[in-house]
């Protein structure tokens, strides 16, 4: 996992079209719908940032294009999946996260809530 360090910390697009990313293989405009549902509407992004983002993590090789079967449009479709390595870069921003959440809580006097 050294080797990926580098990677981190993401940018919000790369961040958000990892994690859109880490349940299955989706299509852009799948990709664009998901980050809308995973943040509530609060984050979109447009079709030039999400492509110009894909050909950043292809040639990094933290995504790659799939073969589709689909016929008709979804033939023409471009699918995305996470590599090995998208994965692992992935898991280590959520545990770099997960720290800074961690550090803001006791630093703002958050407390746990009673289970």
């Known amino acids: ?13 790369a961040l958000h079209i990892l ?7 989706r299509h852009g405009y799948g990709i664009m719908q998901e980050i809308a549902r995973q943040s509530g509407g609060r984050y979109k992004l ?22 589709n079967a689909g016929t008709g449009i979804e033939a023409r479709r471009r699918y995305y999946k996470l590599t090995k390595a998208g994965k692992g870069v992935l898991s280590l921003e959520v545990a770099r996260l997960e720290a800074a959440i961690r550090e803001a809580k006791l630093r703002l006097g958050f407390q746990r809530s009673p289970a």
């Open 1 to 13: 996992m050294k080797d990926l360090d580098r990677f981190v910390p993401l940018s919000p697009a």
């Open 46 to 67: 447009g079709p030039g940032t999400l492509y110009d983002n894909l050909q950043k993590l292809m040639k990094e090789r933290l995504v790659e294009e799939t073969k």
């Open 19 to 25: 994690l859109s990313l880490a349940g299955e293989e």
